[in-house]
């Protein structure tokens, strides 16, 4: 990803830490302290705590969080697409500032680049007013290259245009934000934009690994478990991963290849189990089972999972056990779960 | 369901405290440190230090976590199908007991009551031997009562069977466990067994609820959300709880009403806002909808979340907090979360 940055002068890379929470990895992918991106308060104090002083809190922020906010000090920016929310960063001794949320076709937050609520909700921030940000979520719709080019395309041109139509009406816009992980590998050009957001690219998963985002041996976390029942007459095997250490979800039941609860691997992390999937799962056990007769395993055999959903699956364990090219631990990295 | 235990002369509760995970509610659903039940060795060491010493881990056992387990202290009760596990509970120095699991139906872990791997089992865990164990989690696909019915007295009469073969060939089985909170509130009687694990009944949820576990008003667990958007020309609001504060677990796809990701009510857990589910969901983000036009609501308004499955969505959260009949805090919870 920061190559991608690097072939667009002055673009800057302020990665989404919503997927690692960690600091380990932010010294990876946000070097020297660089522009961060996070997902809840509890992150934004983290990272600030740590050094990262440059943050964009990127979910609608409400009145009673601008306390919290305010409190952590460093130069935490918000976003918002409501004039009520508007006002009240406006009014709020802390001098926070918000970037406008633009909707650019998923249907989720942020108001549409020819709005009128555009200008009302600038308006209400008034100097206060930090950019525009979008995040074209509909990206993971996209199937082949051609779509995700033009989603990108699509984020990339309204965000612009948002902008451009502040400009205009006399309004400062420093900051032109948009990111995804596949909107950003896909887009032809970035014109107009200042900086991308992106954070799964970090891990990687299943899912990613199907729109073309990075390919499945990039994906660099995985689950490990052990073998807690066999079931040759199912030719399945019991794990001691569930759905609380892998989530329940089900992002490639859409994908072209549906992958289950995870895509079982061995122990060295290769895919030596013949496409072996995590068919079921239960709180603290997963069945994997194949196209292929699994191999002998024995009670407490160990093997991998890679995850569907890497922000999910993450979000489940406290910390991260670094492993070399094979399974020797040469580390242990930090999170920050909960809110 | 300590009123449903006390119908029935001798029979035991060992509550599952996997669902609540917590001394303070281990301490209303096993009062005076009763026997209970645990998911993973965190929970075990936990409620062990806590005075909690009679436990049965209710996951197939490895043998890599035998010391780990022999090391908690305490009366600490394996379960396994396996031989080879069930040979290394034997020669493992810590004195740990198991019960060999059954499988009544659901075809999960477990032999079956009429295998010969029974007496394989039991053989090979010698003295070692607690009893017998079954969960029928296979009573989660039935949808009325009958079915509920049939399945728990499959699960009793499986799990006595094992037992009584087990007896007639020279093994003493003291325990003779089953349950589930559906099974052992569907039972018609429930002779032979020993004793009962039940948990997601300490909260309930939506799934349960449909399936006559408990009512609606019975659901003790939401989740508390604030208003993040307003998107009025859909008839939505976006909240702050989204995958990860209420889990991907869709249990109510298949139910008779399907709730998306949960229900949504008002601040006092009361379902004033005419039905209105989360319909989508991505990491800190739900969006709310419904069949009725919902009530105009302020960025910031706090609306309360049920879930579809309790189990997973206390996991999402570090503690919990305990409010009265309306939503004033009057306590704080612990939880032991991860393994």
Not at 6 to 25: C, N
Not at 97 to 114: K, N, Q, S
Not at 247 to 260: L, N
Not at 281 to 308: C, F, K, Y
């Amino acid at each position: 990803m920061q190559a991608v940055v690097a072939r667009h002068p002055g673009l800057v890379l302020r990665p989404h830490m919503k997927t690692a929470k960690s600091v380990d990895v932010a010294a990876l992918a946000a070097p020297g302290f660089g522009p961060i991106t996070v997902s809840t308060i509890a992150e934004a104090r983290y990272f600030a705590e740590a050094g990262w002083r440059d943050q964009i809190y990127a979910v609608g922020v409400t009145p009673q969080k601008l306390d919290q906010l305010a409190a952590i000090g460093g130069d935490i920016k918000l976003i918002t697409d409501d004039v009520e929310a508007a006002r009240a960063i406006a009014d709020h001794p802390g001098g926070l500032r918000a970037l406008v949320e633009i909707d650019v076709g998923e249907g989720r937050g942020g108001v549409t680049p020819e709005s009128d609520e555009l200008f009302t909700i600038a308006t209400a921030l008034g100097q206060r007013l930090a950019g525009v940000l979008a995040h074209a979520g509909h990206s993971y719709r996209g199937r082949d290259n051609p779509t995700m080019a033009a989603t990108a395309e699509a984020e990339r041109a309204g965000v612009v245009r948002a902008a451009d139509r502040l400009r205009e009406a006399g309004h400062a816009v420093p900051i032109v934000s948009m990111g995804s992980s596949p909107t950003a590998l896909h887009a032809a050009h970035l014109d107009g934009v200042t900086e991308l957001r992106a954070g799964v690219y970090m891990f990687g998963d299943l899912f990613q690994a199907q729109i073309g985002t990075h390919t499945l041996e990039d994906i660099a976390l995985t689950v490990l478990t052990c073998v807690t029942g066999r079931k040759p007459a199912r030719n399945a095997v019991l794990v001691d991963a569930g759905a609380l250490a892998l989530s329940k979800d089900r992002s490639t039941e859409a994908a072209p290849h549906d992958y289950g609860f995870g895509l079982t691997l061995d122990r060295q992390g290769r895919d030596t189990l013949g496409g072996a999937i995590v068919a079921r799962t239960h709180q603290e056990h997963g069945e994997v089972t194949g196209p292929s007769p699994l191999p002998d395993l024995a009670i407490g055999a160990r093997l991998r999972i890679a995850p569907n959903h890497t922000c999910l699956t993450a979000a489940a364990h406290p910390h991260y056990w670094v492993v070399d090219g094979s399974d020797a631990i040469i580390g242990q990295w930090a999170r920050v779960n909960f809110w």
